[in-house]
């Protein structure tokens, strides 16, 4: 009975601090799964595109063990705040020619991290049963399209160029550029479509409705659009050096036209929840997220 008495003396401070040892441990790993790594603010426009590409973004964020806030703004705003530091990021830039004047009055605030996406596009969009398939020849048909060409929120870079370039170009000016939002320009090409009535939206491929109506773009001989253009990674200064994972997965981070369809898709056309769609695709697709994670 000594003995046993000395045996359970002796082993019990090796055993507590096992114990202790392994409950620090285990909540340090569930403290990293629920964002102990600190959290990541990510800004975008309710673009298609943006939508998608910031909800994969997340939660691929998450897994890695960051918390992360988004917030829903216009492009003009979602520049300036990463320049002035008061958002970490976003990953839906498009350059060199849709955001230039943005990027070359904050180039010096902000760090480019690098293209997601190649080849994406913009223009002026229609339905393929309109009968032109050129912006020079939308002046010879103002009355089919009421005179009107349905854009986006007045901050986008297409609509800046839309209204600077492509209209004075086509002799467009005394058009009505209506100004809207990602949602409400494909929410009246629907409407248009189901009408078999002639509309003209400002568009730009990746998008979902690409995947539900047939669509085609306007050829533009003035090349008031520019060429094909890559979406990147816009961080702050500074957040390289203090969140230096979760940059180098932003830094990896790149889709094909299906990978950011197939969520656009589920969001747009299925009703998904972008934040549901885009854990279903993360999840589905490990050895892709796998490239992107440091």
Not at 256 to 282: C, F, K
Request: charged letters at 20%; glycine letters at 8%.
């Amino acid at each position: 009975m000594k003995f046993n008495k000395t045996l359970r003396k002796a082993f019990a401070v090796p055993v507590l601090v096992l114990i202790l040892a392994t409950v620090l441990i285990s909540g340090c790993t569930t403290d990293g799964a629920s964002g102990d790594k600190g959290t990541v603010n990510l800004i975008y426009v309710q673009w298609a595109c943006a939508e998608a590409e910031t909800h994969i973004a997340e939660a691929v964020l998450e897994d890695m063990g960051y918390s992360v806030e988004k917030e829903v703004v216009n492009a003009g705003v979602m520049w300036t705040a990463v320049a002035d530091g008061s958002a970490d990021a976003f990953v839906t830039a498009w350059l060199p020619y849709t955001h230039e004047s943005y990027m070359a009055e904050y180039k010096d605030d902000v760090v480019d991290l690098g293209s997601i996406y190649e080849g994406a596009k913009l223009g002026l969009v229609v339905p393929t049963y309109v009968t032109i398939d050129s912006i020079a020849e939308m002046k010879d048909h103002e009355d089919e399209f009421a005179g009107r060409i349905v854009g986006i929120d007045p901050g986008a870079g297409i609509m800046k160029h839309t209204a600077e370039d492509t209209m004075p170009a086509y002799g467009l000016s005394d058009w009505e550029l209506v100004e809207s939002s990602g949602p409400a320009m494909a929410a009246e090409l629907g409407s248009a479509i189901d009408g078999n009535e002639w509309i003209a939206v400002t568009g730009w491929a990746p998008h979902w409705k690409f995947f539900k109506y047939d669509l085609k773009f306007l050829e533009d001989p003035e090349n008031t659009y520019g060429g094909s253009e890559e979406i990147h990674v816009i961080a702050r200064q500074g957040f390289k050096e203090d969140m230096p994972e979760a940059a180098q997965m932003l830094t990896n981070f790149h889709l094909t036209d299906a990978q950011l369809g197939e969520v656009m898709y589920n969001i747009n056309v299925e009703s998904m929840e972008p934040t549901e769609a885009a854990r279903q695709w993360v999840d589905a697709n490990q050895d892709v997220v796998n490239q992107w994670i440091p």
